[in-house]
């Protein structure tokens, strides 16, 4: 990217599901990336050992009590910070970070990397979904750009290179999904499903969070704010069609009636070298299809009856403002309280649609205000979880 020796990345959620796979992308080729600066909440243990083999230039910590208990644990000449802000303040140290962050929480990461100028390869889509407005003004003003490492947006950053002005072109983009553990179920059918069958995801292995929303489709609806705020594409532009194998991992159909799809056997591994290379496509062994084997892809229409998820999120990313705040807010205390055994499955989407009910339309001019949007959400979300433990 710049002087012809590695690229610097700096890597924050290091610790979780995209995090460790970053790191064995970058293990594959160590003379293009040097890891500077590795982030995470608290996992000490993991912490070290990523830190023993990168050694990087500084390790943050945003959990002062794990800060503690890993300092003395990391290689010499590598710098310990902590609190919640030394996980920003490393994501404008390098000339890539990679934002892996689960939740709201990663949303200063992502402020940070941008107005750095730096080049923002995303996992994190909730920061890009709450924080819609302050996001984009940070993006345009810090001049940084941003490479989804979500393997949809990622599909649809490929196919729009086949374009040569963008968005103006776009007839539609296709999100795929694969539906999840419980497509083609009903909705009686999953009243009493448990946290372990929505933690069965039939082609992706990811964190809890994410997988528990790619059961409830909420992942998907989500995926559908973050296309609108990354390629500036209006809602009735952007569809969603349920693809069980995961192979084609989304679609843009131009104005002149081509389609143009994206396909590669499902390993994050592929979107997350991609960011990492582009605009340049380095040699790596993930996501090979073998033809003789690959029978059938098929395509369905998604049940929003069932998955009321995926309606809510349209109407959220629809209404614009602080509304898709309050929708990922409202799920993730609702998601959290399922993993908790405190909510059952259905509950989630009706948690989310009460929360929606309640909210108040402020307009998000500033991070304090999406801040304050976040937490009204989470009192509203967490008030229904409430209602429905005392009504069980
Ligand atoms: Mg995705």
Redesign the pocket.
């Known amino acids: 990217m710049t002087s012809g020796g590695p690229t610097t990345v700096s890597l924050v959620g290091s610790t979780g599901s995209i995090g460790t796979q970053t790191i064995e992308v970058i293990r594959t080729d160590p003379d293009r990336y040097r890891v500077v600066a590795l982030g995470a909440r608290a996992s000490v243990e993991a912490l070290a050992e990523q830190a023993r083999e990168l050694r990087p230039e500084v390790v943050a910590v945003a959990d002062p009590a794990a800060a503690a208990e890993l300092g003395g644990r990391l290689p010499a000449g590598t710098e310990l910070r902590a609190g919640p802000e030394a996980l920003a303040a490393i994501a404008a140290e390098a000339e890539v970070t990679v934002n892996a962050v689960v939740g709201f929480a990663g949303l200063p990461v992502t402020l940070a990397a941008l107005r750095g100028g730096r080049r923002l390869a995303l996992a994190n889509?909730e920061s890009l979904i709450a924080g819609g407005p302050v996001v984009r003004q940070a993006r345009a003003e810090g001049g940084g750009e941003i490479l989804p490492v979500?393997?949809?947006?990622c599909a649809v950053h490929q196919c729009l290179r086949s374009s040569r002005s963008g968005a103006d072109e776009v007839a539609r983009i296709v999100l795929t999904a694969s539906g999840g553990p419980f497509r083609g179920r009903t909705l009686a059918e999953l009243a009493e499903v448990t946290v372990a069958d929505a933690l069965a995801h039939p082609t992706?292995k990811m964190g809890p969070k994410?997988t528990v929303d790619?059961s409830t489709l909420m992942?998907?609806g989500l995926?559908v704010i973050e296309a609108h705020e990354l390629f500036d594409v209006d809602y009735g532009r952007i569809e969603v069609v349920i693809h069980p194998q995961s192979i084609v991992?989304s679609m843009v159909e131009f104005t002149d009636g081509a389609t143009v799809a994206q396909l590669s056997m499902p390993d994050m591994r592929l979107p997350i070298s991609y960011a990492l290379a582009y605009p340049d496509r380095w040699p790596s062994p993930y996501g090979r299809i073998d033809w003789s084997r690959l029978s059938r892809l098929d395509f369905e229409a998604p049940d929003t009856s069932v998955f009321r998820c995926l309606a809510l999120a349209y109407e959220a990313g629809r209404a614009g403002g602080s509304a898709p705040a309050w929708l990922n807010a409202a799920n993730e205390v609702a998601v959290a309280a399922f993993l908790a055994g405190s909510l059952g499955w259905a509950g989630i989407g009706e948690v989310v649609e009460e929360a929606l009910q309640v909210h108040d339309g402020a307009v998000l001019a500033d991070v304090d205000a999406v801040l304050e949007a976040d937490a009204t959400a989470r009192r509203a979300a967490a008030a229904a979880v409430e209602r429905r433990a005392r009504a069980a």
């Open positions: 889509k979500d393997s949809e947006h992706w994410i790619s992942n998907k995926e991992h």
